[in-house]
């Protein structure tokens, strides 16, 4: 899913900035879908693990 709006729309939720990441855990990540999909980005990078979401990156580039 690509970023929505914001500083970084149209960017890959996979693809987001940690720092940025860490703005929407501290004021709340918005309801919904989006919101869900950002806390697990966030806990993924706070937690060292992006190498699990190289498959899908790849994946999206293929298309």
Same mark, same amino acid.
């Given at each position: 899913?690509?970023? !929505? *709006?914001?500083? *970084?729309? &149209? /960017? #890959?939720?996979?693809? #987001? !900035? $940690? %720092? *940025?990441? &860490?703005?929407?855990? /501290?004021? $709340?990540? !918005? =309801?919904?879908?989006?919101?869900?999909?950002?806390?697990?980005? =966030?806990?993924? %990078? =706070?937690?060292?693990? $992006? %190498?699990?979401?190289? !498959?899908?990156?790849?994946? =999206?580039?293929?298309?």
């Amino acid at each position: 899913m690509k970023m !929505p *709006y914001g500083k *970084y729309q &149209g /960017r #890959l939720l996979a693809d #987001l !900035p $940690g %720092d *940025y990441l &860490g703005w929407f855990a /501290r004021q $709340g990540f !918005p =309801h919904g879908e989006l919101g869900a999909l950002l806390a697990l980005m =966030h806990e993924i %990078d =706070h937690n060292g693990l $992006g %190498d699990l979401l190289q !498959p899908l990156r790849a994946k =999206h580039r293929a298309t």
